[in-house]
């Protein structure tokens, strides 16, 4: 279960700030006359948040439909119409279990059982519940600030449990520390040659070799010693068309099959993760999309009596590729990673939107939020640009983030995300 975290205390949290009056928040009371609320923009970790009623502002204070910003930060809530009154539980600011409550046309709330002053009263505007932005997430650990210059209140979401994975290529050692942090990681030692065959002696996706007491199961093992779940990741790129031969020539996908099931068996992995791209540039995509469930379901069958997992690494339903069938790829698997990213040139930022569009895409395609992970290309980021990324996530109670890769985080961003994430079970 996704879970809030913060060490702040909550006497803190109810101080002079919460009331979104003092200074740095709320809109001043001269601007709460006469300004007009499409002029401000709240942003939730770097990023703006729909809201279906415009901000209302009460004497310097910002009021919001309770539902968008309680489902952006994760937690419960609750309407009773025939009281008038806002139940909203989650994990507070100190890390225990909270509970507010609000009532509308009442300056006071209650929380776990306290009676707390307003700076405004809840209220009802076009149908929908405003209640004190400011007040609210601060209670539930997150930050809120109003730039009176930018005219942006912006928040920061609290540092949330969710599942981490990230990636483990042949030049990621450097970074193996970072493996004690995960909940799961995908070694990319195998992939599909020009001839449609699965190999270990790739180019770039290949078996490494031992350097004395460090060999591929070693490192394997440790991961399985942090109780995180090790993936044996196959990859392939459609490019000289040598996976659509291993989808479709029978003898060569039984192969591959057999050739994944059993080495991740030998080498202690826990789980199979295929990141197979570049499917349906130009075929049709129903008969592609067909052509990988199928490869997908066999691979299921056949590592399900060794307890492997299976996992895909997929490109986004917004990109170029179209031979993806989210929702019953999801049924097979235990997890997708959504690859939302290269949109544009390699090494720049991606545009937060497409990202958003593809999240909500890949949802309404059958994909359970529970068992997509985001995925996150850090060679294209930097430790500003991946809060928000990571927020999205956060936002819209996905299972967690995937990195790319292991070895290609600098310092700052791996600061960063300690920051905003922590593994399950921390």
């Not at 968008?68 to 225990?96: F, R, S």
């Not at 009442?106 to 809840?122: D, F, S, Y």
């Not at 995908?186 to 270990?200: C, H, K, P, Q």
């Not at 002696?201 to 093992?221: C, H, N």
């Amino acid at each position: 279960m996704v879970k809030l975290l913060g060490k702040r205390a909550l006497a803190a949290a109810l101080g002079a700030a919460l009331f979104g009056t003092s200074p740095g928040l709320g809109a001043p009371a001269a601007e709460a006359a006469g300004s007009a609320a499409s002029a401000v923009e709240i942003r939730l970790d770097g990023y703006a948040l729909p809201f279906d009623a415009a901000p209302k502002f009460v004497q310097g204070t910002t009021l919001v439909p309770f539902r968008a910003i309680a489902e952006a930060l994760g937690i419960d809530v609750a309407w009773d119409a025939a009281a008038k009154t806002v139940l909203a539980t989650g994990i507070g600011a100190d890390g225990a279990d909270a509970k507010v409550v609000l009532r509308v046309g009442k300056k006071t709330a209650q929380v776990n059982g306290a009676e707390v002053a307003l700076g405004a009263a809840p209220a009802v505007e076009q149908g929908r519940v405003l209640i004190p932005l400011a007040f609210f997430s601060r209670q539930f650990g997150a930050a809120v600030d109003w730039n009176s210059g930018t005219r942006v209140i912006s928040i920061e979401s609290p540092r949330r449990e969710m599942h981490v994975q990230a990636f483990y290529a042949i030049r990621s050692y450097d970074q193996i520390d970072r493996l004690d942090t995960l909940d799961s990681a995908a070694f990319g030692w195998t992939r599909i040659n020009a001839d449609g065959e699965l190999v270990t002696d790739g180019a770039d996706f290949y078996w490494p070799e031992a350097d004395g007491d460090v060999t591929p199961e070693s490192i394997v093992s440790r991961v399985n010693g942090q109780s995180s779940d090790a993936y044996l990741m196959a990859f392939a790129v459609d490019g000289q068309r040598e996976l659509t031969k291993a989808l479709t020539d029978e003898t060569l996908r039984a192969q591959s099959i057999e050739k994944l099931a059993a080495l991740a068996k030998e080498a202690g992995f826990g789980g199979i993760m295929l990141d197979y791209e570049g499917l349906a540039l130009t075929d049709d995509p129903e008969t592609v999309r067909k052509q990988l469930n199928d490869y997908v379901k066999l691979l299921s069958e056949r590592v399900k009596a060794d307890g492997l997992k299976i996992a895909l690494a997929v490109p986004p339903p917004n990109g170029s590729y179209k031979g993806y069938d989210y929702g019953t790829l999801a049924k097979y698997a235990d997890h997708l990673v959504l690859m939302a990213y290269d949109y544009g040139a390699k090494g720049n930022p991606d545009p937060i939107a497409k990202i958003d569009e593809a999240i909500r895409l890949t949802t309404a395609a059958g994909v359970p939020e529970s068992k997509l992970l985001l995925g996150v290309n850090v060679f294209n980021e930097n430790e500003n640009t991946l809060v928000p990324i990571v927020g999205l996530a956060k936002r819209y109670g996905l299972k967690g983030v995937s990195f790319w890769r292991l070895g290609l985080m600098s310092e700052a961003e791996m600061a960063a995300i300690d920051r905003i994430v922590v593994r399950e079970g921390d």
